[in-house]
């Protein structure tokens, strides 16, 4: 091709030669296609940083250059060729993933606790102003803008403060520092007392869609207000108000959590789930509370990925790993069966099909989403397989999960300039591309999903394959989405990993985005990575109340995990050495007390 005009972009790869002399480089994308990188008098570099660090200088370039093999972003120009055969390309900044030649950074022992306690702090300091202010839920508002201000929105979401108290949550976990363990406390005692509806007749429990706040005056929304969803009670929101109190249930043993848990999910069983088929109904009619109502349009009797998959990653995993209870794994594997059963469609297409009738039917006219595939739901499903394949291994989670990884680079992700799609169609058009729904850019979210797929599939099953994937992904995340400015992260990033800052993709606080996505990122990379991959034994910490648990038991397994591959080496109990555990049950008996203590559990990669 002839290119008659200049453009800038982004291009990653593998450096295969270096020419000191003449100042150039070539290197592989990941799909093996060469290219040549002339460097220029401004050329500047830097190392991958994380939230809370500076500008880091990764000195002597030249011996990055001159290794084989090393990782790099280059992002130039491209300038006209004018009939030759090759295009020139000027690097203005390159990116390297670590401080040394072929390092990455985020496989550091501390890179990801460090991002979450940062991301974490920044939530409490713009939803509350902490630690100015204390924590006080009353002032959340969902919208957030890019700084962390909030500006005329008055609007609280059950869902998005439930994603923050998981975010919470998730950083106490791994740091132990109080004020986010005060933070998940707050609100989820905020959710409770506001977000709650107990239905005494049915002895269930529903969450609504959230309050607006006006003054001292507060007016309760039953039904989503969300296009999408409007006017009905949508399973998801449902799944996602159990998100926050399941993980900070993990730490507490707070035993009114657990009861709101249960009467939620009984409200699953009784009124979402096909009485004469399997799986969930995605939304329900607010008054009758049955899915076929006419009113509900194009969400009459449909199912759908958030209505069967989204329990496990949401909280179902996390009670399971908090109660160790028959239930809970029960049903993790017969939502893990449905997924299996009828989410496959490689007849027709590289991608999942992810919304159906009420018979599992293929449903492929609804609203925006009609033949389309949201390529992170894709990543889920093989994360959450792997999770799964721990606790009840089958041949078919894991042969499903092995075809998702194995499809999904090519047909998802940016093999020229790193990272991974949001919405493409399911069938191609034109070429031998997915063509893009609205835009190439790039959402946070989906990143995560690639970055733990391929995380724990490397860490479990050992495809070197895996690994490239895990490293492309996570270099990719940590090079772009970090605002080392506001701190957080970003919603999108256009193709070539710029921010892109317009409408409500600019905020840090929205409908689609809070605290969740972001700190379960960090809070899973550090397991899989620092007890997988790297074997670094990594402190957990709990704060358990007095018989909170049963028997006084307490599970502290960070994840489901292969059987055998961690073990508790060390307890302590209000900082005093503690012995009475079972290291390989990965449980900790606790004293008999009435009152409430701190627990910090070392957890060890097993050598063997």
Not at 23 to 40: V, Y
Not at 355 to 373: I, L, M, P, Y
Not at 542 to 552: E, V
Request: hydrophobic fraction near 35%; proline fraction near 4%; include cysteine.
């Amino acid at each position: 091709m002839n290119i008659n005009f200049t453009f800038s972009d982004t291009i990653a790869g593998y450096i295969t030669g270096y020419n000191a002399q003449e100042r150039w480089f070539t290197l592989e994308t990941s799909d093996n296609r060469p290219f040549k990188i002339n460097l220029i008098a401004s050329t500047y570099a830097r190392s991958v940083q994380n939230l809370t660090e500076g500008w880091q200088d990764p000195g002597d370039v030249s011996a990055f250059l001159a290794t084989n093999g090393q990782y790099v972003y280059a992002y130039g120009t491209f300038y006209p060729n004018a009939g030759a055969e090759e295009v020139t390309f000027e690097a203005q900044q390159l990116i390297f993933p670590g401080k040394e030649p072929k390092v990455y950074r985020h496989e550091e022992q501390n890179w990801w606790i460090t991002q979450i306690s940062s991301i974490a702090s920044s939530y409490l300091k713009w939803q509350f102003d902490y630690p100015k202010e204390e924590i006080n839920y009353k002032n959340y508002r969902t919208m957030l803008h890019l700084g962390g201000s909030k500006k005329g929105d008055y609007l609280q979401e059950t869902d998005t403060i439930s994603r923050m108290v998981y975010g919470f949550a998730s950083a106490y976990l791994l740091t132990g520092k109080d004020e986010f363990l005060e933070g998940a406390e707050l609100g989820t005692e905020y959710l409770r007392d506001h977000m709650r509806f107990y239905d005494q007749d049915d002895d269930l429990v529903y969450w609504y869609h959230g309050l607006k706040v006006e003054g001292q005056k507060e007016t309760k929304l039953l039904t989503s207000e969300f296009g999408d969803d409007l006017d009905s009670l949508p399973m998801y929101e449902q799944i996602y108000a159990l998100a926050g109190p399941t993980q900070t249930y993990r730490i507490t043993g707070d035993q009114r959590i657990r009861d709101d848990i249960d009467k939620t999910i009984d409200l699953f069983e009784k009124y979402f789930k096909d009485p004469n088929g399997i799986g969930y109904y995605s939304h329900l009619h607010p008054i009758t509370l049955d899915a076929h109502e006419e009113s509900l349009a194009h969400n009459k009797a449909r199912k759908n990925w958030n209505s069967v998959g989204d329990h496990a990653p949401a909280y179902l995993i996390n009670l399971y790993l908090a109660s160790g209870e028959q239930k809970h794994a029960d049903f993790l594997e017969y939502t893990f069966d449905t997924i299996t059963k009828y989410f496959p469609d490689y007849e027709n297409s590289p991608f999942v099909q992810e919304k159906f009738f009420e018979d599992w039917s293929k449903d492929q006219t609804w609203g925006w989403q009609q033949n389309r595939a949201v390529v992170g739901h894709n990543l889920k499903i093989a994360w959450n397989l792997i999770r799964q394949q721990s606790l009840t291994p089958k041949d078919e989670y894991l042969a499903f999960a092995k075809k998702i990884a194995e499809l999904m680079p090519a047909a998802g992700s940016d093999q020229q300039r790193g990272g991974w799609y949001d919405v493409v169609e399911r069938v191609q058009k034109t070429g031998d591309k997915h063509q893009f729904v609205w835009h190439d850019r790039k959402a946070w979210w989906q990143q995560e999903q690639a970055i733990l797929a391929y995380l724990i599939m490397y860490g479990v099953l050992g495809d070197k394959e895996y690994e490239k994937q895990a490293r492309e992904a996570a270099a990719f995340y940590n090079a772009f989405f970090l605002d080392n400015d506001d701190g957080g992260v970003y919603f999108n990033v256009l193709g070539n990993g710029m921010p892109y800052l317009l409408g409500t993709e600019r905020f840090k606080g929205s409908h689609s985005m809070s605290a969740y996505h972001s700190t379960e990122l960090c809070y899973l990379s550090a397991v899989y990575i620092n007890l997988l991959i790297t074997k670094q034994p990594t402190y957990f910490y709990f704060k358990p109340y007095a018989n909170g648990w049963k028997d006084n038991i307490l599970r502290v397994s960070p994840d489901i995990l292969p059987q055998g591959s961690i073990f508790i080496s060390e307890v302590w109990i209000d900082d005093q050495p503690y012995t009475d555990f079972d290291a390989y049950g990965l449980t900790v008996k606790l004293p008999e007390t009435e009152e409430r203590i701190r627990v910090k559990v070392l957890i060890s990669p097993a050598t063997n």
